[in-house]
């Protein structure tokens, strides 16, 4: 595997948005599926990250090796139909589709998600979600050890919920089919997106990792976050966000158990005021100290279920 990219003691807060995270031992950036497939096949019990946008990573670090799927970008567009691989950006895909005059990829403007980490969450915002285009998925399949092909029917695509959160399946790519639409249209949505995230959402400049929790149904996390009093939290290090109370922001050398544990205050003061346990959307990822430990199990039991 000599010709893979691969760094050694890696400060992984550098790849996160959230810019939190430890040292990890390895962490290999395959180019191609070729790559991938060499490294899966190699590696024992690797962890798989794309853009780092939606995860927590642990202060602790990490010992597994990382396979970080960021560079394999490739883009077609064949027509009406779009195949990107799995580390292709979605602002970049949005702004691709625009130049197509294609529509159904505007809601991807305002986040810094990968195509992959998108069809793991089954993304979406603003009335449109990535399933809704998907055409098929490329995907490692961990059971059969080879790659296979899913349908948008057979990736059990639910509110932020995909068939790849089992853990069988490995998100390499996909074809999507958009639909033709004037270039001033398309761009008048996607400036829309953006003003509503600059209003709303923090900027990059404050790290996050977007959205903390879930929306149960029929409901809006924010709004009970809000309602619940939450947006006064704010700790040496962490806070949250002022405009919007599903968001936690890192002040600066912020630790991955500052952060687990304002989450898990969130998490209790909107289930004693409503009754209502909000299911964390931010992943976890590395090791854990005790203290982590204990906070996690609490947190994301619901999941664990």
């Not at 959205?211 to 029929?218: A, D, L, Q």
């Not at 405009?243 to 989450?263: C, P, Q, R, W």
Request: aromatic share 10%.
């Amino acid at each position: 595997m000599n010709n893979i990219e691969c760094k050694e003691n890696f400060e992984i807060k550098n790849l996160t948005s959230f810019k939190i995270g430890g040292v990890v031992d390895k962490i290999y950036f395959p180019k191609n599926q070729t790559e991938f497939l060499k490294l899966i096949k190699n590696l024992n019990n690797p962890i798989i990250l794309g853009n780092c946008s939606n995860v927590l990573f642990s202060s602790q670090g990490c010992r597994r090796p990382i396979i970080c799927t960021s560079k394999m970008s490739h883009i077609e567009f064949r027509g009406t139909k779009v195949i990107a691989e799995c580390g292709v950006k979605g602002p970049f895909l949005s702004q691709r589709a625009l130049e197509n005059k294609l529509s159904g990829f505007e809601f991807m403007i305002g986040f810094p998600g990968s195509i992959g980490g998108n069809l793991f969450m089954n993304a979406g915002a603003h009335s449109q979600s990535i399933s809704d285009t998907l055409s098929y998925a490329c995907l490692y399949d961990r059971d059969k050890d080879d790659i296979v092909y899913l349908t948008n029917k057979e990736m059990d695509f639910g509110y932020r919920h995909s068939i790849l959160q089992t853990g069988r399946y490995i998100a390499l790519g996909a074809e999507f089919d958009l639909k033709r639409e004037n270039p001033e249209v398309i761009k008048a949505l996607m400036d829309r997106n953006l003003e509503f995230r600059k209003n709303i959402q923090p900027p990059l400049t404050y790290p996050n990792a977007g959205s903390v929790f879930k929306n149960p149904e029929n409901d809006s996390a924010g709004r009970l976050l809000d309602k619940a009093g939450v947006k006064d939290y704010d700790f040496a290090r962490v806070a949250v966000w002022q405009k919007h109370a599903n968001f936690i922001i890192n002040k600066g050398d912020a630790t991955s158990e500052d952060v687990l544990e304002l989450m898990l205050i969130m998490q209790k003061k909107v289930k004693n005021t409503y009754t209502i346990e909000l299911t964390p959307e931010i992943r976890f990822v590395g090791e854990m100290n005790k203290h982590e430990e204990e906070i996690c199990q609490e947190l994301y039991k619901k999941m664990q279920k």
